[in-house]
C-alpha cells in the first residue's frame, strides 16, 4: 500500500477485556515498530521487528502486552486484560530496515485510539 | 540513557515570518536526527532529518541546523503559513532497536 494503515482507527473496551490492534507496514518494509502515546505525554517506544528476528520487545510496559508479526509484514499488538492507564493513541511504523547504523526514516500510520473505561 | 529535549511547549509566529523550533539531546549514539509534524488526530508525518556528517539540511521552506559541540538541534519553517499549525516533535534514532526517542513535542500555532 501507499502508506502504513492501522486498524481499527477507535476502540472503546471495558477494563479487563482483551484487545488486538492491527498494523500494515508499508510494502516491502522490512522493519517495524509499535510505540504509544498516553494523554500529554511523548511518543513511547514499546517492540521492534527486523525481518525474522526475534523482536526488541524492550520497550513493552508489562507482560500484559506482547505483538507478533507474521510472515514479515502484518503485526498484531495485544494488550490482555486490560487497564485504565492502557488508554492510549498506539502508533505503528515501519522502515526499509536495511540501512546499517539506524540512519532510516519510519513512516507512521494514523494510529488507533484505545479508550479502557 | 539518550534523552531528547523540547523546553517550549508551544510557539505563536505570524504568517509569513520565521518559525525556530528548538531541541537539545545527550548521548546519542548515531547522531541521526528526525523531525516529525503531527496534527491532531493523525500519526506523525516526517518532514526532514539531519546526520552527524553535516550541520545543516535543507527541503523547501524547512531547514534543520545539527549544533554537535552543544548538543542542539533546531527546525526553521520560512516563510510560515497557517497550515503549518501543528505539534512539532524531534526524534534521535539511536535506540539500541533503532527505534526513535522522541521529544515531548512543540505546539506550533502560525497566526495568519
Known amino acids: 500500500g501507499a502508506g502504513v494503515s492501522q486498524s481499527p482507527s477507535n476502540k472503546v473496551t471495558e477494563k479487563g477485556k482483551d484487545v488486538e490492534l492491527r498494523c500494515d507496514p508499508i510494502s516491502g518494509h522490512t522493519a517495524l515498530y509499535w510505540y504509544r502515546q498516553s494523554l500529554g505525554q511523548g511518543l513511547e517506544f514499546l517492540i521492534y521487528f527486523q525481518g525474522n528476528s526475534a523482536p526488541d520487545k524492550s520497550g513493552l510496559p508489562s507482560d500484559r502486552f506482547s505483538a507478533e508479526r507474521t510472515g514479515g509484514s502484518v503485526s498484531t499488538l495485544t494488550i490482555q486484560r486490560t487497564q485504565q492507564e492502557d488508554s492510549a493513541v498506539y502508533l505503528c511504523?515501519?522502515?526499509?530496515?536495511?540501512?546499517?547504523?539506524?540512519?532510516?526514516?519510519?513512516?507512521f500510520g494514523p494510529g488507533t485510539r484505545l479508550l479502557v473505561l | 540513557d539518550q534523552q531528547v529535549k523540547q523546553n517550549s511547549p508551544s510557539l505563536s509566529v505570524q504568517e509569513g515570518r520565521i518559525s525556530i523550533l528548538n531541541c537539545d539531546y545527550t548521548n546519542s549514539m548515531f547522531d541521526y536526527f528526525l523531525w516529525y509534524k503531527k496534527y491532531p488526530a493523525e500519526g506523525p508525518t516526517f518532514l526532514i532529518s539531519i546526520s552527524s556528517i553535516k550541520d545543516k539540511n535543507e527541503d523547501g521552506r524547512f531547514t534543520v541546523f545539527l549544533n554537535k559541540s552543544a548538543k542542539h538541534l533546531s527546525l526553521h519553517i520560512v516563510p510560515s503559513q497557517p497550515g503549518d499549525s501543528a505539534v512539532y516533535f524531534c526524534a534521535d534514532a539511536s535506540g539500541s532497536a533503532r527505534q526513535l526517542t522522541f521529544g515531548s513535542g512543540t505546539q506550533l500555532t502560525v497566526l495568519p
Open positions: 511504523a515501519s522502515s526499509f530496515g536495511g540501512t546499517v547504523g539506524g540512519q532510516e526514516t519510519q513512516y
